[in-house]
C-alpha cells in the first residue's frame, strides 16, 4: 500500500467520525455548521494587542 492511499483512508476514517469543529471568529461559519447538525466550540480568540503590530512586541518584552 502506498504512501497516498493510507493519507486517503486517514481521511476517510477522521469524516467518518462525530466531529467538534473549534471556530475561531465568524459566527456565521459556526452557526452554519449548527445548522447542519454539527458541533461547534466557539473560541473566543483576538490577536494580542488588537493585532496592532508595535504594541504586540512591547507586550513580547514584557513577557505577556
Known amino acids: 500500500m502506498s504512501t497516498k492511499n493510507m493519507n486517503v483512508e486517514k481521511i476517510t476514517e477522521l469524516f467518518s ?11 456565521v461559519f459556526a452557526d452554519t455548521l449548527k445548522k447542519e ?12 494587542a ?6 504586540s512586541s512591547l507586550l513580547k518584552r514584557l513577557g505577556r
Open 50 to 55: 488588537g493585532g496592532n503590530e508595535k504594541l
Open 17 to 27: 467520525r462525530d466531529l467538534i469543529v473549534i471556530n475561531m471568529g465568524l459566527e
Open 37 to 48: 447538525g454539527g458541533r461547534v466550540l466557539p473560541m473566543d480568540w483576538r490577536p494580542p
